[in-house]
């Protein structure tokens, strides 16, 4: 544990130094670059028994702090090799669904998405800032949505425990799916309702 924990940061830290160097030496073709390097610590990861996202997560939180413009490039060049990436790992998990699993656990995840959802709207009362009485009202809108490392700890405890693991992730999965379908939906409400947008500004951009 020991070894995946301090070893993924440690190498996770040598991979930020590796990505700087290249943008400020080579400098051409990021999202590219980016996506091969991905892949590269996720198997050499796995060989050197390390998690692939303690890798990727100690990685970006090194450039974040270290030099804040270099990670926003970084963050534009993932949004732009984003979506290839995502669609195979969302046609993956959805090829890992069983229907008959998803019956199961489905009325468990959307109690589960229910009891999420009025903590967030409890909590965003109770400790949002008096300053602004927009946050109270409509802070818990803008976080209802769940996706990205959450899917990597589902597949994690898929392999980890295989006994149980699957129908865990079969129930995270099921989670994400309301969250994603739901959380969109009421951030733009979030945005109209505070006046951070107009009616035509959300329309056009829908």
Same mark, same amino acid.
């Given at each position: 544990?020991?070894?995946?924990?301090?070893?993924s940061? &440690?190498?996770?830290c040598?991979l930020?130094?590796?990505m700087?160097? /290249?943008?400020?030496?080579v400098? %051409?073709?990021?999202p590219?670059?980016?996506?091969?390097l991905?892949?590269?610590?996720a198997e050499?990861? &796995?060989?050197l028994?390390?998690?692939?996202?303690?890798?990727?997560? &100690?990685?970006?939180?090194l450039i974040?702090?270290?030099?804040?413009?270099e990670?926003?490039?970084?963050? !534009?060049a993932?949004?732009q090799?984003?979506?290839?990436v995502?669609? !195979?790992?969302?046609?993956a998990?959805?090829?890992?669904?069983? !229907?008959?699993? !998803?019956?199961?656990?489905?009325? +468990?995840?959307?109690l589960?998405?229910?009891?999420?959802?009025?903590?967030?709207?409890?909590a965003? %009362? %109770?400790f949002?800032?008096?300053?602004?009485?927009?946050?109270?009202? /409509?802070?818990?809108?803008?976080?209802?949505?769940q996706?990205?490392?959450?899917?990597?700890? +589902?597949?994690l405890v898929?392999?980890?425990?295989? @006994?149980?693991g699957?129908q865990?992730?079969?129930?995270?999965?099921?989670m994400?799916? +309301?969250?994603?379908?739901?959380?969109?939906?009421?951030?733009?409400?979030a945005?109209?309702? @505070?006046?951070?947008i %107009?009616?035509?500004e +959300?329309?056009?951009?829908?």
């Amino acid at each position: 544990v020991g070894w995946e924990l301090f070893g993924s940061v &440690a190498v996770g830290c040598l991979l930020a130094m590796v990505m700087l160097l /290249y943008m400020r030496g080579v400098n %051409r073709e990021l999202p590219l670059f980016l996506v091969g390097l991905t892949f590269a610590a996720a198997e050499g990861g &796995a060989r050197l028994h390390l998690s692939p996202l303690l890798v990727s997560l &100690a990685a970006g939180a090194l450039i974040a702090n270290l030099d804040e413009r270099e990670g926003r490039r970084i963050h !534009l060049a993932i949004q732009q090799a984003g979506l290839p990436v995502f669609a !195979l790992f969302f046609a993956a998990a959805g090829a890992g669904l069983k !229907l008959d699993a !998803l019956v199961t656990v489905g009325p +468990a995840a959307m109690l589960l998405v229910a009891l999420r959802a009025l903590a967030i709207w409890a909590a965003c %009362r %109770r400790f949002a800032p008096t300053e602004d009485p927009r946050l109270k009202r /409509y802070l818990w809108m803008g976080l209802i949505s769940q996706a990205g490392v959450t899917f990597g700890l +589902a597949a994690l405890v898929s392999r980890t425990f295989p @006994s149980f693991g699957p129908q865990v992730e079969v129930l995270i999965i099921a989670m994400i799916t +309301a969250h994603e379908l739901v959380g969109p939906v009421l951030t733009r409400r979030a945005l109209l309702g @505070s006046g951070e947008i %107009r009616a035509e500004e +959300a329309g056009g951009g829908a």
